[in-house]
């Protein structure tokens, strides 16, 4: 992994939505530029303690972006290349990298090959594209989302020069959309090729299911999206069943042997975590969950500020959790800052202890409604947290052997190992 996405701790957004664009791009359009909105963001982004600026779709679109007709091109809904410039350069001046989303799987129907393709199916152009039962495949059942042929090498070849491009413009890494549908030894050989003119370039890819550690093997990716975290974390909370989250700390030790995974609690793609834990006393637990194990952390934008939204299996489902933000961040209601200090204080830990991207985990203690384990470093086990949770109704008595270590977080003002009802400690060495 580059030595920079070693401290990454990223704010995703999905910038059509953040800055209220039509959601479908005119046919005949000048130029807007809400891309400059971000600019009023960028020094919420530092000051909530985040290095890194992973930016959905932002390139020439018929609707949500994930259906590219222009590579190559600003989405005119955002703003041009002189706006992605200016972005780019002042989130350099306040350190933070930009990860660009790529959607190398599938692309719109008004994509320039595809229009020749369907005019001529056999010609050069129609190699571009997959065939299914005589038809064009297309993406999961999307009938505007026409998918690639990555046995074509002129697919291959396109890829790699896009790739590039936005890398030779500034951006420091890509986000591979719906990698899992692409074939691992295309995505290796587009790295391989990139990696010689760009060695600092930083891949995570997109994968929901599977072994997240065998995906990154043979892709050649960095990083992959740890969906089975995400899951387990609300989903033990819920439950109050800590038997969930500890399995699958185990599972992602394991992940951590071979990637880095990005892990979060939320993204455009699905239900807010505000609304997604029942019982908001138990946000604060997800929190520091995310915050203390080994990956890559991803705060996705609106959820530091408490943010509610379900995601709907639906046409404009997505809509609720991929709302207009204000132009600043003065403009955010008074109730999610309470929520946005926390994760300041959880991020600022975690910058403390840099070592834990790469940290495992081990349990101490576990039973319905509270969970101790151990997060360390493989390296050095000396460095070491101790994370409590408790999401009981009465208090709870870790039996910590050997003790020794201080309060460095936490709800309430205890410490020791007594955690009290619905509350939550860091232990360590200052």
């Known amino acids: 992994m580059t030595l920079w996405a070693d401290h990454a701790i990223f704010w995703h957004v999905y910038p059509l939505g953040f800055v209220g664009a039509a959601k479908e791009a005119p046919l005949q359009t000048g130029v807007a530029h809400p891309l400059g909105r971000f600019e009023g963001w960028l020094d919420y982004l ?14 020439a679109s018929a609707s949500h972006g994930y259906d590219t007709v222009d590579h190559f091109r600003i989405d005119p809904r955002l703003g041009d290349d002189a706006d992605f410039e200016r972005l780019q350069r002042l989130a350099s001046e306040h350190g933070l990298h930009l990860v660009l989303d790529g959607v190398f799987n599938h692309v719109g129907r008004a994509f320039p090959k595809f229009v020749e393709a369907e005019c001529a199916p056999e ?23 026409v998918c690639l042929n990555h046995d074509e090498p002129e697919v291959l070849d396109y890829v790699v020069q896009v790739l590039r491009h936005w890398l030779d413009r500034g951006a420091s890494g890509w986000r591979l959309d719906a990698a ?19 060695p600092e370039a930083w891949f995570v890819a997109e994968v929901i299911h599977g072994d997240y550690g065998d995906f990154a093997r043979a892709s050649g990716v960095d990083s992959v999206t740890q969906y089975e975290l995400w899951k387990a974390i609300w989903s033990s909370l819920n439950d109050g069943n800590f038997f969930e989250l500890e399995w699958t700390l185990q599972r992602h030790n394991d992940f951590l042997a071979s990637t880095t995974p990005l892990i979060f609690v939320g993204n455009h793609d699905v239900t807010r975590i505000g609304t997604r834990v029942e019982d908001e006393r138990r946000l604060q637990h997800a929190l520091v969950a995310l915050l203390t194990v080994g990956g890559i952390p991803s705060i996705y934008a609106g959820d530091e500020q408490a943010f509610r939204g379900v995601k709907e299996d639906r046409v404009g489902g997505d809509d609720a959790v991929r709302p207009e933000f204000p132009p600043t961040p003065g403009g955010l209601a008074p109730f999610g800052w309470a929520t946005y200090r926390l994760h300041q204080r959880l991020i600022g830990l975690r910058r403390r202890h840099p070592w834990l991207v790469r940290a495992r985990t081990e349990t101490l203690q576990v039973a319905n409604e509270s969970l101790a384990f151990r997060t360390f470093d493989p390296d050095h086990p000396a460095r070491q947290l101790v994370v409590l949770l408790n999401i009981g109704a009465s208090a709870v008595s870790f039996d910590l052997q050997p003790g020794g270590l201080d309060r460095l977080e936490g709800s309430g003002e205890h410490s ?7 509350g939550w400690r860091i232990l360590g060495s200052h």
């Open 46 to 59: 530092t000051d909530l303690g985040c290095s890194g600026l992973m930016l959905g779709p932002i390139f």
């Open 416 to 422: 020791g190992d007594v955690v009290e009802a619905h």
């Open 123 to 145: 010609s050069a152009a129609g190699r571009w594209f997959r065939r299914r039962d005589g038809g064009w495949d297309t993406f999961e059942g999307h009938d505007q989302l």
């Open 180 to 198: 899992y549908a692409v074939p691992t030894g295309f995505w290796r050989k587009a790295i391989e090729q990139v990696r010689e003119t760009h």
